[in-house]
């Protein structure tokens, strides 16, 4: 649970979702330290994020309906003992950046190969990187893809709950989650 600290208005006079472009320059994009934009304040915390919507899947389902193959069967038992799952994913925030390379359905194997199982693997994989690889699986097949992260800029949030791999927040980014015309 992040308490961003009284976020105010959007006092920059960009409209929704402009601001990530902004937000990436300040980033120097080896996965290092965000620079802080001009005016935010420095104890807010920098989130990036996929935009995805994830859920387990046990390895069976996967090896069985999917074909997922040994190997990856073999990296994603070792990723955590007792963990016998993989991560799919199930939901996509439109005019996202990872939506324009991500399927629902994908099993998400990697991220900059190192193999991830939980919804925490993921998020510390992430980091605050704004650019990182995907290794999935999709019909039958291994990719890997290149995926661009969002920066959540914290703009008229006030607090942020990470739970189960899902970022929840007032209703201003749920808006966005629904598309056009919403």
Same mark, same amino acid.
């Given at each position: 649970?992040?308490?961003?600290?009284?976020?105010?208005?959007?006092?920059?006079?960009?409209?929704?979702?402009?601001?990530?472009? @902004?937000?990436?320059?300040?980033?120097?994009?080896? /996965?290092? #330290?965000?620079? $802080?934009?001009?005016?935010?304040? $420095?104890?807010?915390?920098?989130? =990036?994020?996929?935009?995805?919507?994830? &859920? =387990?899947?046990?390895?069976?389902?996967?090896?069985?309906?999917? &074909?997922?193959?040994?190997?990856?069967?073999?990296?994603?038992?070792?990723?955590? *003992?007792?963990?016998? *799952?993989? !991560? @799919?994913?199930?939901?996509?925030?439109? !005019?996202?950046?990872?939506?324009?390379?991500?399927?629902? /359905?994908?099993?998400?194997?990697?991220?900059?190969?190192?193999?991830?199982?939980?919804? =925490?693997?993921?998020?510390?994989?992430?980091?605050?990187?704004?650019?990182?690889?995907?290794? !999935?699986? =999709?019909? #039958?097949?291994? &990719?890997?893809?290149?995926?661009?992260?969002?920066?959540?800029?914290?703009? /008229?949030?006030?607090?942020?709950?990470?739970?189960?791999?899902? !970022?929840?927040?007032?209703?201003?980014?749920?808006?966005? #989650?629904?598309? &056009? /015309? @919403?």
């Amino acid at each position: 649970d992040l308490d961003l600290g009284g976020a105010g208005s959007n006092d920059g006079g960009e409209g929704e979702g402009e601001g990530d472009e @902004a937000f990436a320059d300040a980033h120097d994009g080896e /996965g290092g #330290e965000i620079d $802080a934009p001009e005016g935010w304040p $420095a104890y807010w915390p920098r989130c =990036r994020s996929l935009d995805l919507g994830l &859920k =387990r899947l046990p390895l069976s389902t996967a090896r069985t309906n999917m &074909k997922l193959p040994a190997e990856w069967m073999e990296k994603l038992q070792a990723c955590h *003992q007792g963990r016998s *799952q993989v !991560l @799919a994913v199930n939901q996509k925030r439109h !005019l996202s950046p990872t939506s324009k390379v991500v399927q629902e /359905g994908d099993l998400i194997l990697a991220v900059d190969s190192k193999p991830v199982c939980t919804f =925490r693997d993921v998020e510390e994989a992430v980091g605050d990187r704004a650019k990182v690889e995907l290794t !999935l699986l =999709r019909d #039958e097949e291994v &990719k890997i893809v290149p995926a661009a992260t969002t920066l959540v800029d914290g703009v /008229g949030t006030h607090r942020i709950l990470v739970w189960a791999g899902m !970022l929840l927040q007032c209703s201003y980014r749920a808006i966005q #989650e629904m598309g &056009k /015309g @919403a």
